[in-house]
């Protein structure tokens, strides 16, 4: 997988100047940042829940093996076929010599990350089995050939009139006005693919081990569709996805709509238990492929094992101030915000998206939103480190200077000495008691977009000394 | 009570009154203040730019200094920087052999307070005899708010000043976009993130932008100096030295 263009601060560029992309993302997120304010408050104890949720988390992994064998074993039970994929690769050739096998033409698909990740669609279509996005975001998505560019709105970034043009120009069925007719065009072309698909793919938001459920949270009914319409169900879950029983739902159901969507409940949730008929000669089938994919990479890292406790509701992007700014598709792969830039690096590699940490203020916001309360802005400053560490976007000048604040830092006299000198350098550039353009970075990246205050006479050591304020 | 000063290196290099208008404050309120120019800086960039070993000495030579000064606290005047000390350096010393780091570090932390953290909480005072007639607003520092959980205490010590004219921007609790080495690296984007502060700072209607944080108000004075904006940025200290 290669990125569209790997420079972040052009990809960042190019979405800032977008005006109305600029719009769409305002409007978006400042509408998830209020009906989350106002779900979460309907809830008793918020903080409690979410720490309830992050133990079930942190337990689960742990014991990963454990309660994936479990979910195994009650899968199986129910006739239920399982597969397990070390990699995308995998997955893709899995689905393919399946639909192969049972003469699989088209193949109907829900919106699934775990899918976007691996890049299915591509595959089918390789493969010849034409794969329908039933979302309404992700079809506009892959009627557009675009990447989502959030985890449960894909096509946040689009306004309704560019939606319009768009299925004005490939559906060719007029220009839908009002939201209605969109989704009214989009309905009754879905409905005929439904119909005729002899396959539905979709993902999971949980597995259940102790009872080998597949949950599945939504709105459209498209999902729900999915599953009971074609013969054939797959399912495409990430191994980080099973939790351990039944009644642990209870909390992630009262957290994940709250801080998704900011609903107290989706309009659908479903359960499944195998196939629609688990008669071996009825035609139904399931199966369910867990999917490594990099996972137990991230699982074997002490550090940041809990970046595999997110259960992907999205709240870290809306409440993200460069998310805000630069939306999802800035990040350069499908998984953006501050969980993208923490799992991005680690399910593709450092080398690959590397960058995605360093492009955080750090604020914290993102914590404070995770509803299992995952130490996102912990994991950045971890990943930092370890790009360091290995070289990654390797900066000599940047590491020379490092290096010598350390050292000086350490010398409190060459500390002062040299605090003098940059003060006097900086003098030499003041106008009108500030720097408003800078001959060389990084001061030069600050005064492109700000000016810099004048140093304020000396500096306090000297002043102790100097005014005797002993 | 006797408090030794951590002057933050962005205080002492580059915004020094804030460090007067910490003494001025504190020693108004009777404290004795004492600083030893054997400091420097805490380590933080170095930390937040993931250059660890390099931060790690920074954050050895920090406890070196601090850990036999015999002042009841130790005050700094910003919340990144505190944070910096009492909720990351630990992540520095995990080692087998940092057992005596983490000592080190014990006898430290405890002690080290946030400016206005030290006023509420330790000296139990929120007017300190400041007076300042103008419309002000205030700027909550992320770390501040986040890492240490300190929003009340500033808000508290401003209400308390006379004539002052508290008016809450809307969501004061986001970032300026300053972020350390993100505002050069990523400059474009912290200055999108700066451009939605500055909206809300300007339609308060303030005429000072008060915070914490001298990183932050860097952020946020370089950009309504670039805008032409007449609003004015203030550190609380310095609010709180006016009289």
Redesign the interface.
Known sequence: MTLPNPN??QR??TA?ENEVLQGALKRATDTFIERRLEAIASVADWEALRQRARKVKEHTINHLDYYLEQLVTAVEAHGGKVFWARTGEDVSKYIIDLARARGVKSVVKSKSMATEEIELNHALEAAGVRPVETDLGEYIIQLAHEKPSHIIVPAIHKTRAQIADLFEEKLREGRPNEVAEITAMARKRLRNEFLSAEMGITGANFAIAETGSIVLVENEGNIRLSTQVPKIHVAVVGIEKVIPRFDDLSVFLRLLPRSGTGQKQTAYVSFLNGARQPKPDSGFEFHLVLMDNGRTRILADEQMRESLYCIRCGACLNVC??Y???GGQAYGWIYPGPIGAVISPQLQSLKQSGDLP????????C??ACPVAINLP?ML?AL??????SDIGRKPA??VA??G??F???H?KL??LS?KL??AFARLLVRDG?I?RAPL??LK??T??????A???????????QKD?? | MRVSLFITCLVDQMFPDVGEAMVTTLRRLGVEVSFNDAQTCCGQVAFNTGYRPEARSMAEYFLSVFETDRADFIVAPSGSCTAMVRNFYSELFHGTDDRQWQDRLARVKPRLREFSEFIVNELGVEDVGASFAHRVTYHDACHLLRELGISDQPRRLIRSVRNVDLIEMEAADTCCGFGGTFSVKYGEISNAILQEKLTRIVNSGAEYVIANDSSCLMQIAGGLSRAGSSVKTLHLAELLAKQ
């Open positions: 972040l601060t960042s560029h800032l101030p460069v805000q700014k630069i360093f492009a955080s203020s750090l604020c914290g916001a914590r404070d912990d400053l930092r480190a370890k790009a360091k560490e940047e590491q490092m290096r604040v350390a000086v830092a350490r409190p500390f002062a605090g940059m003060r500030k408003q970075s990084p990246d600050w492109d977009y700000r000016d810099l205050p140093p304020q006479g000396p500096s306090f050591r000297q002043r102790w000394k304020m002993k």
